[in-house]
């Protein structure tokens, strides 16, 4: 008898099989082009009722949007990418990687803030996220994300930089440091995921699981979800902004494909564990963590009595710091999943005052 946690999985892989195909082939001239909620939980203000497909077209970006061209399986794939220079430039470049329930857009006010300092700032769409490609037979593997990037870095000039990332984006900055440590200046790790290990305490759940999940989303549970697990149990109006670009995929048709590339995404985050690399970490590295923050994959399915102590970033920070060999740690009690929104001014002050304090490249 097949259980009820098996048959949503397997009618996860019909609904991937019948709807959700391939990325279609483009043509390298086509790539060099730029492209520059409803409802609502009680008292909180609705998100604008906007639709958008899977390129994310009509929602605008802070900066002009450029497209590096990735080679796959004997077609491109568009990886779209911010790459704002300053007034007065410093000579060096910061690389922000978002986190996965977000867009590039999100790093505008960190973006703006480093412009000011005098960074170049490269912030880019992975493939499978944003503006860029959502293929549904893409690996989604960290390796090949990082390797995604330091291809668009050479191809734009960008030897060496400073890596920051969010939420998803630290597991990635982390793999990029590990993979290219002379490309990494320094490595700035902002509330990331993955300080700890959750395969070993959380039962798997199956990708067809996680798409059944995914495209069952609406704009209603996804405000809630950040509501709850981002800003403990506060909304503002300004945090519409964040929800505005993931609640308008769930109303496209393309959702599917939104959603296959979300849930490969959620398997590729709880399968490939960077915690137990720290130690390899051979870069400056500073991490900035809220306090409040309880984040942790699967905890929702996790066995009760260890559920409670999963995501516990205060002592989850201390120890990451403990095992990344001379890294600084900056502890911000009023934030949670997202210091760089709920306490940007102490936010800034960390990652401006690491970035200043490592010595220029010889």
Known sequence: MIDSFRLAALAGVALVMAACMPAAALSVSQLSSSSSSRGSSPATPAAPERTFDAKLSGYAY??????????????????????????????????????????????????????????????????????????????????????????????????????????????????????????????????PIGLEDWKTVVPYKPVGQAFADEFAQTPEKIREYMRTSYFAGAWEPSYEKLLEPIA??????????????????????????????????????????????????????????LASSLGNYPELGRAAQRAIPGSKLVEIEEAGHLPQVETFDVYRSALVGFLRSVPPSP
């Open 62 to 191: 802070p900066f002009e949007v450029k497209t590096f061209p990735v080679a796959y399986r004997g077609r491109w794939l568009a990886m779209r990418y911010m790459d704002v220079s300053p007034a007065r430039p410093n000579g060096s470049t910061v690389v922000l990687l978002h986190g996965k329930n977000f867009v590039s857009a999100y790093w505008e006010p960190t973006m703006r803030a480093l412009l000011d300092e005098g960074y170049r700032v490269v912030a880019p769409d992975q493939i499978g996220f944003g503006k860029s490609s959502k293929p549904a037979d893409y690996p989604f593997i960290f390796q090949e994300l990082a390797r995604n990037t330091h291809a668009l870095l050479e191809s734009i000039g960008v030897p060496r930089a400073f890596v920051v990332g969010h939420s998803m984006g630290g597991m990635l900055a982390t793999r990029y440091a590990l993979m290219f440590p002379a490309a990494t200046a320094g490595l700035a790790l902002v509330n």
């Open 248 to 305: 308008g995929f769930t109303r496209s048709p393309d959702y599917r494909t939104v959603a296959w590339c979300s849930a490969a995404t959620f398997e590729m985050i709880f399968t490939q564990p960077v915690v137990y690399e720290f130690p390899r970490i051979r870069v400056p590295t500073l991490l900035v963590i809220g306090q409040r923050d309880r984040t942790a994959i699967g905890k929702a399915w996790a066995p009760k009595e």
